[in-house]
């Protein structure tokens, strides 16, 4: 399962912050999850953002999703973000 997040960085929110409070969000939440495979992080040059998840099935990123959004790092993230889109693929290989 390909978990596909994009966003831009609130207004007034400093790159360097959220990159350190993404951080933190990959090694104490993310990575802390069962059923994660992979996650990683990308910029593209018009200011969006992108957290690609791997995930073993759709229930772990369910669960992981439920979790997070009940999370105080969750919390976080959220108020630093914007224009959030949430898109899950299934592998076919």
Excluded at 47 to 75: C, I, M, Y
């Amino acid at each position: 399962m390909y978990e596909i997040l994009t966003f831009r960085l609130a207004p007034g929110v400093d790159g360097s912050a959220f990159r350190a409070l993404d951080e933190r969000v990959q090694t104490d939440f993310a990575y802390q999850q069962p059923g994660i495979l992979r996650r990683t992080l990308g910029r593209h040059d018009d200011g969006r953002w992108l957290a690609l998840t791997v995930w073993a099935d759709a229930d772990a990123a369910t669960a992981a999703q439920h979790a997070f959004a009940s999370s105080d790092l969750g919390t976080e993230f959220a108020s630093l973000v914007t224009d959030v889109v949430v898109e899950r693929f299934h592998g076919v290989d």
